[in-house]
């Protein structure tokens, strides 16, 4: 009889995930069908910090037949996914929060909502201001008589590495939190070890971005104050315990 009842929640939770996954999929097809109509002037508007430092007469180029269709296509694709992540996480929420307990809850919707910010507020900061910077210095140092047209696949792909680059760099005070929480480090050791976090974060900056100082200081000052919000953050959000460990050994 108990394992008849084990095997009915199984499946009850079986159809309740097949019931997330398709609402998700749902509202991001219904995201992705309303960015379609506009996928070539979204495409036109990301390639603006390229086009605006381009040498007069130089212009993006196409060199595959099909790549003025499927670039503004994957282009369109990404962009639905952005916008649609709100809703694809709440539907991953409402799965695993009847298991959670109420303190976990309690801390994982601000942890979500914060994640989502830090991460929306990367692939600005690379939009607005890296992406100019970037170019600026490409151009500049082109060397004479090399005309730069660059091929519209392959700055989309430059451009979507950047984007994921900077959101996934900016959700480093989650990360510190999460750890904290989850006891592997405490406040403590994370401030005891700034240094060689700081060495780390300009060497993830100096692989992860394009070959430019301007580019690697863009990444590398924003992640090292944001580690130090990650260490304000963990000893906020830190059990009493880690925090009193923490009090004593500051």
């Not at 992540?85 to 942890?111: D, H, N």
């Not at 990444?219 to 959000?237: F, N, Q, T, V, W």
């Amino acid at each position: 009889m108990a394992g008849a009842e084990g095997e009915g929640h199984i499946f009850d939770h079986l159809l309740e995930l097949r019931s997330r996954i398709l609402r998700g999929l749902v509202g991001f097809a219904v995201v992705l069908a309303a960015m379609l109509p506009f996928a070539n002037k979204m495409y036109s508007r990301l390639s603006q910090p390229l086009v605006d430092k381009l040498p007069e007469g130089a212009h993006l180029i196409a060199i595959e037949v099909a790549s003025p269709f499927f670039a503004p296509l994957k282009l369109a694709f990404f962009a639905a996914m952005v916008v649609s992540m709100p809703w694809l996480l709440f539907q991953a929420w409402s799965f695993v929060a009847p298991g959670l307990y109420r303190r976990e809850k309690r801390l994982a919707m601000p942890l979500l909502a914060t994640s989502l910010v830090l991460f929306y507020t990367g692939c600005a900061f690379a939009f607005f201001v890296v992406l100019p910077s970037v170019f600026s210095f490409l151009t500049m140092v082109t060397p004479e008589g090399v005309s730069m047209m660059t091929d519209i696949n392959a700055y989309l792909d430059f451009v979507l590495v950047i984007f994921l680059a900077f959101g996934i760099s900016f959700e480093l005070p989650v990360a510190l939190v999460i750890l904290v929480l989850l006891g592997w480090v405490t406040p403590a050791q994370l401030r005891e070890s700034r240094g060689y976090a700081i060495v780390g974060i300009f060497i993830l900056a100096a692989i992860i971005t394009p070959p430019d100082v301007i580019s690697q200081l863009m990444l590398a000052i924003p992640m090292c104050l944001l580690y130090e919000a990650g260490i304000i953050a963990s000893r906020m959000l830190a059990p009493r315990e880690a925090a009193a460990g923490d009090n004593g050994t500051g």
